[in-house]
């Protein structure tokens, strides 16, 4: 019962990584990465529609995105979806494909990029903290099954786990920090 506790604790808290991971890779860092766009919303037919099931998405070189859609009606929709979009990026269609170029940043927007990062590193934290919390509320219902020195050890077990991820949160925050001042 208390291992099955601790094991719930730190799929939560894996989850909780995964999702800063997937907010890092959303934040635009001057190279091209098709994930910038993967996500956007094509109104296709009058469905919502990411991006990613209507078109082939391509990284020729550092600086530029190319799109290729399966189907050549949607070109106008893909266009206007992504200049919608709030990535800040201006599509160019050029015969069958779509070209992204991906400006460099300002050192003004890459101080406000690394300000956003943190941000989400601060909400990752918090979640963990979270799952910390609700594992040792989980961990007090049962404490009339078990010793307290066992409760205790669960208790430092989780605390452990906390400390690891949060580590872990830093770690990404270093290495995102690096790559957006990077010039």
Known sequence: MTQAIIT???????????????????????RANPSLVTNIQVDYYGTKTPLQQL?????????????????KGSFEEIEKAIQ???????????GDVIRIPIPSLSEERRKELTKVASKFTEDSKISLRSHRR??????????????????KRFETQIQELTDKYVKKVDE????????????
Do not use: C, W, Y
């Not at 719930?8 to 001057?30: A, C, P, Q, Y």
């Not at 594992?135 to 066992?150: C, Q, R």
């Not at 270093?174 to 001042?181: A, D, F, I, M, R």
């Open 84 to 94: 919608n979009s709030d990535i800040g990026l201006n599509p160019a269609t050029d």
């Open 172 to 183: 990404l925050l270093s290495v995102k920090q690096n790559e957006l001042l990077e010039v």
């Open 8 to 30: 719930d604790v730190e799929s939560n808290m894996k989850n909780s990584i995964n999702h800063l991971i997937e907010e890092f890779t959303k934040i635009r860092t001057g």
């Open 55 to 71: 078109a082939s998405i391509s990284v020729p070189d550092p600086k530029l995105l190319l799109i290729q859609p399966f189907d």
């Open 134 to 151: 609700t594992g040792i509320d989980e961990l007090n219902k049962v404490k009339d099954d078990i010793s307290a020195d066992d409760i």
